[in-house]
């Protein structure tokens, strides 16, 4: 089993910053893919940013340039740095785990999210 706890939601102006952070636990996710998604009231979880444990990562086009995404292999932990932010960026956000070291693989763990708010 393996456990992810998200931290460093909160309320923030727009133009603010915030970073995301989830801790892995129960076992070794360092070749596994990682990945941020996040869903706003009444629409359905998006992919925001994703990792390779080799570091490539790919990006929502709403969040390229703004966001950045990052892992520490070591320390199994995933973090999200939120630039330039702006109200619809406000959602709920979750890390997930991939099945496997690729993309191609579907999710098999989901942290419980951590919210963020974008006042204007």
């Known amino acids: 089993q393996v456990q992810l706890v998200e931290s460093g939601g909160g309320l923030v102006q727009a133009g603010g910053s915030l970073r995301l952070s989830c801790a892995a636990s129960g076992s070794s996710s360092s070749v596994n893919a990682m990945a941020w998604y996040r869903q706003a009231a009444g629409n359905s979880r998006e992919l925001v940013a994703r990792i390779l444990s080799g570091g490539s990562t790919t990006y929502a086009d709403s969040v390229k340039d703004r966001f950045t995404i990052s892992r520490d292999n070591a320390q199994n932990t995933l973090a999200l740095q939120m630039n330039s932010l702006k109200p619809e960026d406000t959602a709920l956000y979750y890390c997930?785990?991939?099945?496997?070291?690729?993309?191609?693989?579907?999710?098999?763990?989901w942290g419980k999210g951590t919210l963020v708010t974008v006042s204007s």
């Open positions: 997930a785990k991939y099945d496997g070291t690729t993309w191609k693989y579907g999710m098999d763990y």
